[in-house]
């Protein structure tokens, strides 16, 4: 049972470049989210949606886009990646009236 | 929006001392949790509080969701070194993934053997 997994672990870009990050959960959750953790901040809501094919906007989605294509997986993506996107990346899945699971996170730099 | 105070920033304990920690809001929250993180995982999730006055054990962890709705406190007893880590509160409107949950930043706490 391997809950949420979240892949890469970590990732180097460089200022400008694209990347996708991938979230995959098989717990059958409607519900799943993309954080992100700063020192100091906790942890910040980016984008989150509530059913394959649906997406919401969070508390820090700029620069962000993202796509439910399958019930299980949640992309993240960066469109040109900025030195102010560097952070600890989790995504978390639910159903209702349960709370959110958490993956191990993406630890990502832009230099 | 929305925000969570939670304190104290970080603790240092010694090994055998009781922790607790809270969290206020401004606004009401009908469910509260607490979760802890490990270095290098994500949050895990410790106790989830759904009723205003409830208290929840889970082993040396007691919480409670406070009688106003705006807050709740964490307590550890006995602490040992795997109690290191930092713990978040979260608080939720609903009960339903279509609510988002509300991050408090953190208590980073360090137990000295």
């Known amino acids: 049972n391997a809950g949420v997994t979240q892949t890469p672990k970590f990732r180097v870009l460089k200022t400008g470049q694209s990347m996708t990050l991938l979230c995959a959960q098989d717990?059958?959750?409607?519900?799943m989210y993309w954080y992100r953790q700063d020192p100091g901040m906790g942890l910040r809501l980016i984008h989150y949606?509530?059913?394959?094919?649906?997406?919401a906007k969070g508390e820090v989605p700029d620069g962000y886009n993202v796509s439910r294509l399958k019930k299980q997986n949640f992309l993240l993506g960066l469109e040109s990646a900025a030195p102010s996107q560097t952070s600890v990346y989790f995504c978390?899945?639910?159903?209702?009236?349960?709370?959110?699971?958490f993956g191990d996170g993406t630890r990502l730099s832009i230099l | 929006g929305q925000q969570l105070n939670q304190s104290p920033q970080s603790m240092f304990i010694q090994e055998g001392e009781d922790v607790s920690m809270n969290c206020t809001s401004s606004?009401?929250?009908?469910?509260w949790l607490w979760y802890k993180q490990d270095p290098g995982e994500g949050p895990v999730l410790l106790i989830a509080?759904?009723?205003?006055?409830e208290l929840t054990s889970n082993g040396r962890l007691t919480a409670q969701f406070g009688i106003t709705r705006k807050d709740s406190f964490l307590n550890i007893s006995a602490s040992i070194p795997s109690d290191v880590g930092i713990y978040f509160c979260?608080?939720?409107?609903?009960?339903?993934?279509?609510?988002?949950?509300?991050f408090g930043k953190g208590t980073r706490l360090s137990v000295i053997a």
């Open positions: 978390a899945s639910t159903t209702d009236n349960q709370p959110q699971h």
């Open positions: 717990m059958n959750h409607e519900y």
């Open positions: 949606s509530v059913g394959e094919g649906t997406t």
């Open positions: 606004s009401i929250f009908n469910t």
């Open positions: 509080l759904y009723k205003a006055g």
């Open positions: 979260a608080g939720q409107v609903l009960p339903s993934g279509n609510t988002p949950l509300v």
